[in-house]
């Protein structure tokens, strides 16, 4: 049995459109590119692209996407193996000169403008039933040993605590409370802009994330069971 190598894992994919000022959103691009990027390039074994999903950048209105997306995953042929099904979230930091892999999201919905369907929440509860405002909830995946295995690849990238109050972090919540409850597994990682860090090696980024997601998926299995 030590022949047949760790079991596949299944990774779904999603990006946002366009939004204040940002008009051209590179995760889209990223998002929509990534399949024939990783049929080109050779998919390591043992890793599968479930969907790839752009979502409207607007809290509420992203949720209908999201939500059918997720449980579509848990639906399909993957279901057996929830444990190995990772829902991988792309959104754009247009001030940032790095990657940033997300920790964990808050349950607070307060937007510094409004978003794509003109919806602007104040300190409003993401999940009211989850409590204030302060409540978090934290990725299971091992964001500092993928952090650092994507340094040692010469990539730009670190760990973050902070998705902003911003739809990132609001997609974020629902999917991380959808994780929890379904025991799959969430992460967001929030990109440059193309002029700071280029398409290509944005693509290359994503690639890597992808393949070691999938390459050390034993020591995610294994980091559940303690």
């Known amino acids: 049995m030590g022949s047949e190598g760790p079991p596949s894992v299944t990774i779904h994919v999603t990006g946002f459109k366009k ?33 790839c999903s752009i979502l409207e950048t607007a809290g509420q209105g992203a949720l209908d996407v999201l939500n059918n997306t997720l449980q579509s995953s848990i639906k399909g042929p993957e279901s057996s193996n929830s444990g190995r099904i990772i829902w991988l979230h792309f959104g754009v930091n247009s001030g940032a000169t790095r990657f940033a892999l997300e920790h964990q999201a808050v349950n607070e919905a307060t937007f510094r403008c409004p978003d794509e369907m003109g919806w602007k929440p104040q300190k409003v509860p993401i999940i009211p039933a989850d409590g204030g405002v302060s409540h978090k909830r934290e990725t299971t995946l091992p964001v500092e040993e993928i952090t650092k295995a994507l340094a040692a690849k010469g990539y730009e990238v670190m760990t973050s605590d902070d998705a902003g109050r911003f739809v990132c972090n609001y997609v974020y919540y629902h999917s991380l409370r959808f994780s929890q409850e379904n025991e799959t597994k969430s992460l967001f990682v929030h990109v440059p802009l193309f002029s700071t860090i280029n398409e290509g090696t944005q693509m290359q980024f994503a690639a890597s994330l992808l393949e070691i997601s999938a390459t050390r998926r034993v020591c995610f299995i294994e980091l559940d069971q303690i």
Request: aromatic share 10%.
């Open 19 to 51: 939004f204040h000022g940002v008009p051209e959103n590179p995760t889209e691009t990223i998002v929509n590119n990534l399949k024939n990027y990783m049929n080109k390039k050779g998919f390591p074994k043992g890793l599968i692209i479930g969907s």
